[in-house]
């Protein structure tokens, strides 16, 4: 079974940065395709980033594009989203997840195993 554990959230000013991690264990991390989800209070889970399993394809959200970075180290089993210059429309829980089969993908449905989240406030 695939455990992944996101960290980094916390509270930032707008126009500040964060770096989130999700830790990988318990599978072929090096593997997988990885995304970054987002949720916020009231709204549907929403797709941020993904990355595929080389690190050699990444794929933004229109609203982050340009402001944050996924990347990976397959090395240690570690997937990460680098948030700059964020606004407090970003506030957000934000999960990561690992897909076994297939491409990275835009679609939540497509990804088999989840972490818990982090929580990301972006205050004004």
């Known amino acids: 079974q695939v455990q992944l554990v996101e960290s980094g959230g916390g509270l930032v000013q ?21 995304g970054w989800f987002r949720q916020a209070p009231g709204k549907e889970r929403e797709f941020v980033a993904a990355i595929s399993w080389s690190g050699l394809s990444t794929y933004y959200a229109d609203s982050v594009k340009g402001r944050f970075t996924i990347s990976r180290d397959n090395a240690k089993n570690t997937v990460y989203l680098q948030m700059n210059s964020l606004k407090p429309e970003d506030t957000a829980v934000y999960y990561c997840a690992a897909a ?17 989240g982090t929580q990301v406030t972006v205050s004004s």
């Not at 076994?100 to 818990?116: E, V």
């Open 100 to 116: 076994r089969i297939g491409s990275a993908t835009r679609h939540a449905g497509g990804y088999d195993y989840w972490g818990q």
């Open 14 to 34: 707008a126009g500040g940065s964060l770096r989130l991690s999700c830790a990988a264990s318990g599978g072929i991390f090096s593997s997988y395709a990885m």
